[in-house]
């Protein structure tokens, strides 16, 4: 069983396009992130998300949504898509807060943006 | 703003030998430290967590805490060519919120 589940695994898509990138987990985990590597390999946290609280990374443009339908997913919907938004985005979830120790990596989206 | 700095690399060592991978940090209130390893077009894994001052070691790995100096190393004994890898260093606060992660050194063991 996939602890952590994103889908699509690539997204090619055009500029000024509006996609979204759907994660699941299955691990009963109460907070959801979403981060963004770039090609230089920055990993760089995004948004931290449980069912009272969302944290924003204040960098993230507002082109960017996250949106939970259930505790069980965390989808990421961006808007206009840009050429910089050309990245691997990795869902992840821990039982408590952001405490690295218990948190699984999803297996990443890549996206390129043309 | 919080940075995390590490040598980009890629540091090649022969199969065997110890690889050394470097990692600084600006906030000197930083309490939580981990290395990740991330193979190529894989996720990040957790391999390491450091709180204290000093030597933690797991196996073949060895992660050194010098926060008077605010830096912290990790250390691979015997390094095997499947130890080829980015490492990532994260520096957080305490129980490891708020962290950031550095660019990441590529480890490259050469049989």
């Known amino acids: 069983d996939t602890a952590v589940s994103q889908t699509p695994k690539y997204l090619v898509t055009q500029m000024g396009n509006d996609k979204s990138i759907k994660c699941e987990q299955n691990?009963?985990?109460?907070?959801m992130y979403w981060y963004k590597q770039d090609s230089k390999k920055f990993l760089k946290i995004m948004f931290s998300y449980n069912n009272k609280e969302l944290i924003i990374n204040e960098t993230v443009p507002n082109r960017f949504s996250p949106k939970s339908p259930d505790k069980a997913h965390l989808n990421l919907h961006i808007n206009s898509l840009e050429l910089g938004d050309s990245a691997v985005y990795f869902c992840a979830s821990s039982p408590l807060g952001a405490d690295p120790e218990t948190q699984y990596f999803g297996p990443g989206t890549r996206l390129l943006v043309l | 703003q919080k940075e995390v700095e590490q040598n980009s690399g890629p540091l090649s060592v022969p199969e065997g030998a110890i690889a050394s991978l470097n990692c600084t940090y600006s906030d000197r209130g930083s309490q939580s430290f981990f290395w990740y390893r991330q193979y190529s077009g894989k996720s990040p894994e957790l391999i390491m967590s450091i709180y204290s001052n000093g030597d933690k070691e797991d196996g073949r790995f060895t992660a050194q805490l010098n926060k008077a100096s605010q830096y912290v190393s990790l250390l691979i004994r015997d390094s095997q060519p499947s130890d080829s890898a980015t490492y990532l260093c994260a520096v957080g606060d305490n129980y490891g919120q708020n962290f950031v992660f550095g660019p990441g050194t590529r480890l490259s063991v050469l049989p």
């Open positions: 691990l009963g985990h109460d907070t």
